[in-house]
C-alpha cells in the first residue's frame, strides 16, 4: 500500500493534501480497499463551511456506506467532477485522480493534529 509522505491523515482514514489555504481532500488506499468496489460519491456540503470532523459527504461502495468526515475545518469549494461518471477513480488512483473535494481552510492550524503517514501506518498495523 501507498502512503504518500507528503500528505496528512485522519484516523477516519481520510487524506489531505495542503496547498496554501487551500486543500484536497480524499480517502486513503487502506479505506478504499477495505470498502471495496466504489460505485456513488455524495457530497453533501457544496459551498458550505464544515467543521473539523463533521461529515461532508458519503461513499457508497457495492458492500457498504461511509460517511466522510472533515479532516479540517474549511468550505467546500469544488467536487470532483470525475467522480460522478467515474466513481472508481477512488479505487483506482485514492491520491491522485480520485481525490474528493477542494477546501478553503478555515484554521491552518488543524493540521497539526493530524496523523504523518508513518503514524497513520502504525494505526492501521502496516
Same mark, same amino acid.
Given at each position: 500500500?501507498?502512503?504518500?509522505?507528503?500528505?496528512?491523515?485522519?484516523?477516519?482514514? @481520510?487524506?489531505?493534501k495542503?496547498?496554501g489555504?487551500?486543500?484536497?481532500?480524499?480517502? #486513503?488506499?487502506?479505506?478504499?480497499?477495505?470498502?471495496?468496489?466504489?460505485?456513488y460519491i455524495?457530497?453533501?456540503?457544496l459551498g458550505?463551511?464544515?467543521?473539523?470532523?463533521?461529515?461532508?459527504? &458519503?461513499? @457508497?461502495a457495492?458492500? #457498504?456506506?461511509s460517511?466522510?468526515?472533515?479532516?479540517?475545518?474549511? &468550505?467546500? #469549494? @469544488?467536487? *470532483?467532477?470525475?467522480?460522478?461518471?467515474?466513481?472508481?477513480?477512488? *479505487?483506482?488512483d485514492?491520491?491522485? @485522480?480520485?481525490?474528493?473535494?477542494?477546501? &478553503?481552510l #478555515? *484554521?491552518?492550524?488543524?493540521?497539526?493534529s493530524?496523523?504523518?503517514?508513518e503514524?497513520?501506518?502504525?494505526?492501521?498495523?502496516v
Amino acid at each position: 500500500m501507498d502512503f504518500p509522505a507528503g500528505l496528512k491523515y485522519t484516523k477516519d482514514h @481520510e487524506w489531505i493534501k495542503v496547498d496554501g489555504s487551500d486543500a484536497y481532500i480524499g480517502i #486513503t488506499e487502506f479505506a478504499q480497499r477495505e470498502l471495496g468496489d466504489i460505485v456513488y460519491i455524495d457530497i453533501i456540503a457544496l459551498g458550505k463551511e464544515v467543521g473539523k470532523d463533521e461529515v461532508f459527504g &458519503t461513499v @457508497e461502495a457495492v458492500k #457498504t456506506v461511509s460517511d466522510l468526515f472533515m479532516p479540517v475545518a474549511g &468550505t467546500i #469549494t @469544488e467536487i *470532483n467532477p470525475a467522480l460522478d461518471k467515474q466513481p472508481e477513480l477512488v *479505487n483506482s488512483d485514492p491520491y491522485g @485522480e480520485g481525490w474528493m473535494v477542494k477546501a &478553503t481552510l #478555515t *484554521n491552518a492550524s488543524d493540521i497539526d493534529s493530524l496523523l504523518s503517514a508513518e503514524s497513520y501506518q502504525s494505526l492501521i498495523g502496516v
